[in-house]
């Protein structure tokens, strides 16, 4: 039955009218529309797909949280360390109102918190008196109350095995505006000059407890222990005196003054204190009186903006090795999820699409790994407080707090490497061949010769820039070298992997299906073949560079004594008498088995002069063999090429500034064991002294058989006399040390001078150990306390121990990535695994497989970084070479040395990277059922 609706009659007015029709949406807001809603589906299926893919997601955010964790911890850990400015007020003033340091006897200006003071006037004044609690009171008016704290005072105490030498703090405890800057852990404060408190560390160091004595080195004194204390801004050996243990005979610079004062610490007060001299550090700043400007605040010069650039690329490098680390993952996931991607493809889905499909993975696996990170970094940073302000900043931190801006710019990072991870694989995505994917086949990525064009121009270029930022001493430039030849490097790899495998058609199964299986996954192999190439390129060139000036710096040494000799000196000025030649030669043969001993004498001022005198005695050149130019002249190319070619002028880098000479008094005693001379020239040169003349180690300041000797006095501040006089000499024809000019007892008498004991040098068969040294300081301990100066020689610098740090590095990363590799080659390889258990392979083949896949990844890229290490190194080397080549004075080259240890070291990270693929790998092949 068919119903048919009746006709209306034309021009009907009951004729519905047309829907209307809504305007057709801007194509800007539909292109919006269609972009939004393609990212949620795609972030959507990136989120199924994390959930499914547990083990991978897991190994993607273990790379990408563990360094934003480490720079997590350390930005939370310095933002806590760096104290602002209230803070810094409140640890330096505790309770008081204001802290006052008395800088100068002249009119001075200052900033609002006290950091920076300048002179108004523009002279430099000198403050040469100790400032008393009254004239502080005088100056802040009546009611006031104040308490001097005297810092940095040096203190050698006897400890359990040797002497220590601890900080010291002179401050009464007793009072409450000096007890605000330390916390009291236990007993009380010192109330007599024989009392002191103690940090813990030094309680620790000096093996004491709270009671015990602490004698000083000279046993002067002894301290009995009645408290224990902690003053924040140092947490290590500090010792509180009690004021009265310490004579206040000399302006100490580190002293200040806390005061109280009735009211507050305005303007006007700083002001009328900065008329004195007075530099005042309130606890509120204060706007400093009309007419006296503030320094200026520093900016970011020409040595920071270097830094940041450094520290930039340095971050880009590590950058760039999570993205190469993180890729093959990323890689393996696609070519597991081919066949989703290629219905994606067959659904409607263009290339943007197939690309955002995979861009998303990098996107939610960079969130959650840069969360994951935050968080566990500034928990650590937290938790790990105590111990980091104790054994690293040695000093407490501020409040709980984090850097915000940092780690936000940390998880910006986090998420951009995991975009970079994901954006070769998603490119590789959008280009498979559909037809390809819905049938499970590979489709082997075609090696394109623009790659290799492009990876050789970039290694060339990076190379090209390395030398000349070598050249320039830029660390900057270096650096984008560096990357450029690196990412140049990363290019060339596909094209050098799919060569090694045409080439492995004559290995045996294994090695040749690993070979072949890199070139087939070559998304897989390649970065983390480039990932280990750059760590191994780093460890390499950073080694060779400093190798090689551990050398430059050995052939550049100049020592000071022969081998094995012993300069001794006092460490501080003391009242106790001083040790004849008879006793530091008797403790020097029982405790170091010394041979001969002398005493040491320099030149000093006429007795009976002002304090302030000071006397020095250089020799001086003939005018026909100085240089014409000085080292610290602006020379032109041509003047500098002309002063390295003049005999007169080969200065080397230890003589820019003029070649210091030192001048001692010698009869001839100490001159074989100072200078290590033959017997014949010694015999020469001390016949010479005792008849009255002078002996010089350089052969150019003797003419005619005589010493120009120059003497020039600074009187009170002002310049002295000055004379120059010629003296019979004898110039040593080989010796060792600076250049020296030895003066006769009569020659100093004859100059108008006089002569001081400093210390005593010793003939020693063998440099000491430091318990020898310990025992002869010991053996002098009445007598007060004593520093060593030990002669070891041109001993080459070890940098073994920095090397190995480095080649442990990265080894570490060779064998993650070699691991890392292996594993996604095995799972993305378990049909042909099972292919070969089908046919009848033996079990033994899969771990073969496994070492033969780890040692292509883990030998190739460490092969290709020491290559490229060792051609870093030598660009770097050359060119600075070059750049010293015109320069003078004459600079000692860098020799190219290679740095074994590191070498060795990395020749065997393949080898442990082969081992671990074997004891990790099942030799069961799987069987699986496959239905076609």
Do not use: K
């Not at 000096?206 to 224990?228: H, I, N």
């Not at 707090?401 to 780690?407: E, F, T, Y």
């Not at 007795?607 to 005018?623: F, H, I, Q, S, T």
């Amino acid at each position: 039955m068919t119903v048919r609706r009746a006709r209306r009659a034309s021009g009907r007015a009951d004729v519905p009218a047309a829907p209307p029709v809504a305007p057709p949406a801007p194509a800007s807001r539909r292109r919006l529309a269609e972009l939004t809603g393609s990212w949620r589906a795609a972030l959507r299926i990136a989120r199924r797909e994390s959930r499914r893919a547990r083990r991978r997601t897991a190994l993607v955010l273990a790379m990408i949280a563990l360094p934003v964790l480490v720079l997590a911890f350390l930005a939370v850990s310095y933002d806590m360390a760096e104290l602002t400015p209230h803070e810094r007020i409140d640890r330096r003033l505790g309770v008081a109102d204001a802290e006052l340091r008395w800088i100068t006897d002249t009119p001075i200006g200052q900033d609002e918190w006290g950091e920076g003071w300048y002179t108004r006037e523009g002279d430099h004044g000198t403050n040469g008196r100790v400032a008393t609690a009254a004239e502080v009171s005088t100056l802040l008016g009546p009611g006031s109350r104040v308490t001097e704290v005297r810092a940095l005072l040096p203190l050698t105490v006897r400890g359990p095995e040797r002497d220590e030498n601890v900080e010291g703090r002179v401050l009464d405890l007793n009072d409450p505006l000096a007890r605000g800057l330390v916390r009291f852990r236990a007993g009380r404060a010192p109330r007599q000059p024989g009392e002191v408190a103690v940090s813990p560390a030094a309680l620790r160091r000096l093996d004491v407890r709270l009671g015990d004595a602490v004698a000083t080195a000279d046993g002067t004194r002894a301290y009995t222990v009645v408290g224990v204390v902690e003053f924040p801004d140092d947490l290590g050996p500090v010792v509180a005196l009690h004021p009265g243990a310490v004579p206040r005979s000399d302006p100490l610079p580190d002293s200040s003054w806390l005061v109280d004062v009735p009211g507050t610490v305005d303007a006007a007060l700083v002001s009328r204190l900065n008329d004195h001299g007075v530099l005042v550090t309130p606890r509120h700043p204060t706007i400093p009186a009309a007419g006296q400007s503030r320094p200026w605040p520093g900016s970011i010069g020409p040595s920071s903006a270097t830094d940041l650039s450094t520290g930039v690329l340095i971050a880009g490098l590590g950058l760039l090795e999570v993205v190469l680390l993180v890729g093959p993952a990323f890689a393996v996931g696609v070519r597991r999820r081919r066949r989703d991607l290629a219905l994606v493809a067959v659904a409607g889905g263009d290339a943007a699409q197939l690309r955002r499909v995979v861009l998303a993975d990098g996107v939610v696996l960079g969130v959650l790994g840069a969360a994951a990170g935050l968080i566990l970094g500034v928990g650590a940073a937290f938790a790990g407080r105590p111990l980091v302000e104790q054994y690293v900043f040695g000093a407490r931190f501020g409040g709980y707090r984090c850097w915000p801006s940092a780690l936000m710019l940390l998880g910006g990072v986090a998420v951009l490497a995991g975009v970079l991870a994901a954006l070769a694989p998603a490119w590789t995505a959008a280009r498979q061949d559909v037809i390809a994917g819905l049938a499970g086949r590979r489709t082997p990525p075609p090696s394109r010769a623009r790659w290799l064009t492009i990876g050789l121009a970039l290694v060339a270029g990076g190379a090209a820039l390395a030398a000349f930022g070598a050249t320039r001493t830029s660390p900057a430039v270096i650096l984008t070298g560096l990357i450029l030849g690196e990412l140049g490097l990363v290019c060339c790899t596909p094209t050098l992997i799919g060569a090694l495998a045409r080439l492995g058609r004559v290995l045996p199964l294994a090695p040749r299906i690993a070979l072949r299986d890199a070139s087939r996954n070559r998304a897989v192999a390649a970065p983390a073949i480039c990932a280990v190439m750059a760590a191994v390129a780093g460890s390499v060139a950073l080694g060779g560079y400093l190798a090689s000036d551990g050398a430059r710096d050995t052939r550049a040494y100049q020592p000071m004594l022969p081998t094995g000799h012993v300069l001794v000196s006092a460490t501080e000025p003391t009242r106790l008498p001083r040790p004849t030649l008879a006793e530091v030669t008797t403790a020097a043969q029982a405790q170091l088995g010394a041979g001969a001993v002398a005493a040491v004498h320099t030149v000093a001022c006429p007795a009976g002069g002002n304090p302030g005198d000071y006397c020095y005695v250089a020799p001086r050149l003939p005018p026909e063999r100085a240089c014409p130019w000085l080292p610290g002249d602006n020379l032109s190319p041509a003047e500098r090429r002309q002063a390295r070619a003049d005999p007169r002028c080969q200065l080397r880098d230890g003589d820019y500034y003029g070649g210091y000479v030192e001048t001692l008094v010698d009869d001839g005693s100490a001159l074989p064991i100072l200078t290590g001379a033959d017997p014949a020239a010694t015999a020469a040169a001390t016949a010479v002294l005792r008849a009255g003349g002078v002996v010089v180690t350089d052969p150019r300041y003797l003419h005619d058989g005589l010493v120009t000797v120059q003497v020039s006095r600074a009187e009170a501040g002002t310049d002295g006399p000055n004379g120059a006089s010629d003296l019979p000499g004898y110039a040593l024809p080989a010796a060792v040390g600076q250049p020296r000019l030895l003066l006769s007892p009569s020659a100093v008498r004859q100059l108008g001078l006089n002569s001081s004991e400093t210390g005593w040098v010793i003939d020693t068969p063998a440099p000491p150990d430091e318990n020898r040294q310990e025992r002869f300081t010991g053996a002098l301990r009445s007598f007060g306390a004593f520093s060593l100066s030990v002669e070891q020689g041109a001993a080459p610098r070890d940098v073994s121990p920095l090397l190995l740090l480095l080649a442990a590095a990265a080894g570490l990363i060779t064998v993650g990535a070699a691991g890392i590799a292996t594993a996604l080659a095995a799972a993305e390889g378990r049909a042909e695994l099972s292919t070969l258990a089908a046919v009848g392979a033996a079990p033994a083949v899969r771990r073969l497989l496994a070492i033969c896949q780890a040692g292509v990844i883990a030998g190739l890229g460490s092969v290709l970084g020491i290559v490229a290490g060792l051609g870093t190194a030598a660009i770097v080397l050359f060119s600075v070479n070059r750049q010293y080549a015109t320069s003078w004075p004459v600079s000692e080259p860098y020799p190219f040395l290679v740095p074994w240890p590191a070498l060795g070291v990395l020749v065997l990270v393949p080898m442990v990277a082969m081992l671990g693929a074997s004891l990790f790998t099942r030799a069961r092949l799987p069987i699986e059922r496959r239905l076609d």
